[in-house]
């Protein structure tokens, strides 16, 4: 009998918060206001704003309940993806973010995120006008499979691209090694986001962390001071 298996699938979580709308408020008007007082940062956006990615140590009630989202998300697909084997605790979490403001013509060019576990985007305002556009503002991600696209095959999906619309209370995950990019708004729409990445250490990994950073002059304060314990 004839075996097919799907090898290689990749995991991107896209879920909608529904409790999300005053806190999407009050996140707005944080992020705008640090938005018109704070130097932005260069990274793949462009015609955009970028915080520094010290988003989750702001003292805002509003990013501790986001944080709480990330958190429940991180465990579902850490559970997806491990075949319901492993479960990582919030204190097993790593993490920075940071937030984006984007206006009309913004984009962001095709990138990966930093080695860590998971990447993601939560959209805490969207107002694209045409949503429904194949492209304006969406996110996009690349087949990773780089070489697949030189063998076509109708209807597979091999080379395709994997579409997400940015939306409110709309939060995404996925590996952080995954490329994407962001598609050119093409209305004056104003879009809030928070980017960030999740470095998952267990005890175990800690260990083998420790050591190797003990070999290269590193102390793990000096690594940990880069993130923030999701809990
Ligand atoms: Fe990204």
């Known amino acids: 009998m004839d075996t097919v298996r799907s090898a290689f699938s990749t995991p991107i979580l896209v879920r909608d918060i529904a409790e999300s709308v005053d806190v ?60 319901q084997q492993f479960t990582p605790r919030a204190e097993d979490m790593l993490a920075h973010a940071w937030a984006n403001v984007s206006r009309g013509d913004s984009y962001r060019k095709i990138h990966n995120h930093e080695s860590c576990t998971w990447s993601g985007v939560y959209y805490v305002k969207s107002d694209l006008v045409k949503e429904k556009s194949v492209s304006s503002g969406n996110i996009e991600f690349l087949d990773p499979r780089m070489l697949c696209i030189q063998g076509e095959l109708p209807n597979s999906s091999f080379g395709s691209r994997v579409r997400v619309i940015p939306r409110a209370g709309r939060l995404v995950v996925f590996p952080h ?21 999740v470095k998952i250490e267990t005890r175990a990994v800690q260990r083998r962390a420790q050591s190797m950073r003990s070999l290269a002059g590193c102390g793990d304060s000096a690594v940990r001071k880069r993130t923030s314990d999701i809990n």
Request: proline letters at 4%; a neutral charge; aromatic letters at 10%.
């Open 177 to 197: 090694w995954l490329l994407h990019y962001v598609n050119p708004v093409e209305d004056d729409s104003l879009r809030i986001c928070v980017a960030f990445n």
């Open 24 to 83: 999407n408020r009050r996140l707005e008007k944080i992020i705008l206001d640090a938005e018109a007082t704070i130097p932005g940062k260069k990274r793949s956006n462009i015609g955009s704003w970028d915080s520094q990615k010290d988003f989750f140590d702001w003292p805002h009630n509003e990013i501790a309940t986001m944080k709480g989202w990330l958190v429940d998300a991180v465990r579902e697909i850490s559970l997806k993806a491990t075949r």
